[in-house]
């Protein structure tokens, strides 16, 4: 029986999504590629769907790409992959620019482009016993899907360049108090607390919050004015939103909003 790479799981209001192949710490392959991406899609086609839930099954989050599929045989020549241009550049922008916030649930080892997956992410769960690894340079290569932008910009560039020269893994709590993730959470709590976000989303201002990942993306190549302009445009598209009228009509009456607005 063939094993779906992906697993997909459609909740209230959210999908989660649980990279499937746990003999190989759930590292990517071009049949793996093409269904995350596949299932990515659904998710963002669905209106229903108002965030993104991304973990691994078994002890992995993902080792990253299955070098099985590099290996040379004795006196063969390396040629050049399109995996960056047709897999995992596609991806990241995907997860940046998706209309909801994604969470990536990091369940074990999160290594080389699993690692960046898991960072292009809006918000990173981490089990306690999970470690976050740049591991391209112990393979000749350098950070992709991201890395060297999201790591100096994350943690700093003296941090940055340890993590990327040194391959050295980083344990979750310490990557926490980097700021490299949003929160570190003991092993038995990982999936409750994932899902207890996707949930506090589910229920959320879909527009508002759309609209707090355009600005936030935008935000790494604008000045300081042409980001003002944006705030004052985003904040009036907002504001037009039936969201944030009941969100005052509920502060007001001091209680819980009922959001119904799609994205």
Same mark, same amino acid.
């Given at each position: 029986?063939?094993?779906?790479?992906?697993?997909?799981?459609?909740? +209230?209001?959210?999908?989660?999504?649980?990279?499937?192949?746990?003999?190989?710490?759930?590292?990517?392959?071009?049949?793996?590629?093409?269904?995350?991406?596949?299932?990515?899609?659904?998710?963002?086609?669905?209106?229903?769907?108002?965030?993104?839930?991304?973990?691994?099954?078994?002890?992995?989050?993902?080792?990253?790409?299955?070098?099985?599929?590099?290996?040379?045989?004795?006196?063969?020549?390396?040629?050049?992959?399109?995996?960056?241009?047709?897999?995992?550049?596609?991806?990241?922008?995907?997860?940046?620019?998706?209309?909801?916030?994604?969470?990536?649930?990091?369940?074990?080892?999160?290594?080389?482009?699993?690692?960046?997956?898991?960072?292009?992410?809006?918000?990173?769960?981490?089990?306690?016993?999970?470690?976050?690894?740049?591991?391209?340079?112990?393979?000749?290569?350098?950070?992709?899907?991201?890395?060297?932008?999201?790591?100096?910009?994350?943690?700093?560039?003296?941090?940055?360049?340890?993590?990327?020269?040194?391959?050295?893994?980083?344990?979750?709590?310490?990557?926490?108090?980097?700021?490299?993730?949003?929160?570190?959470?003991?092993?038995? +709590?990982?999936? +409750?607390?994932?899902?207890?976000?996707?949930?506090?989303?589910?229920?959320?201002?879909?527009?508002?919050?759309?609209?707090?990942?355009?600005?936030?993306?935008?935000?790494?190549?604008?000045?300081?004015?042409?980001?003002?302009?944006?705030?004052?445009?985003?904040?009036?598209?907002?504001?037009?939103?039936?969201?944030?009228?009941?969100?005052?009509?509920?502060?007001?009456?001091?209680?819980?909003?009922?959001?119904?607005?799609?994205?």
């Amino acid at each position: 029986m063939t094993v779906a790479p992906i697993l997909v799981e459609r909740c +209230s209001g959210y999908r989660v999504l649980t990279l499937n192949r746990p003999d190989r710490l759930n590292a990517l392959n071009d049949v793996m590629h093409e269904a995350l991406r596949h299932a990515v899609s659904e998710a963002e086609a669905d209106a229903t769907c108002r965030a993104l839930l991304i973990t691994g099954a078994g002890r992995g989050f993902c080792a990253g790409q299955d070098l099985t599929d590099r290996l040379l045989a004795p006196g063969e020549k390396p040629v050049p992959r399109e995996s960056l241009e047709l897999y995992y550049n596609p991806l990241v922008r995907k997860l940046r620019a998706l209309p909801f916030p994604v969470v990536a649930a990091v369940n074990g080892v999160a290594a080389g482009a699993g690692c960046n997956i898991a960072l292009a992410c809006d918000i990173v769960i981490a089990a306690r016993s999970a470690r976050f690894v740049q591991s391209f340079a112990r393979i000749g290569l350098i950070p992709d899907s991201g890395g060297t932008w999201f790591l100096p910009r994350l943690v700093g560039d003296a941090r940055a360049r340890g993590l990327a020269l040194l391959a050295e893994p980083l344990p979750a709590d310490k990557a926490e108090q980097w700021g490299l993730i949003w929160k570190c959470v003991e092993d038995a +709590s990982l999936a +409750s607390e994932a899902r207890k976000i996707c949930e506090q989303f589910a229920t959320a201002p879909a527009r508002g919050l759309a609209l707090i990942k355009r600005a936030l993306s935008l935000s790494a190549s604008n000045t300081l004015d042409a980001q003002l302009d944006l705030e004052r445009d985003l904040q009036r598209e907002a504001s037009m939103t039936p969201d944030y009228v009941e969100g005052v009509r509920a502060f007001i009456e001091k209680r819980r909003p009922r959001f119904r607005d799609r994205r």
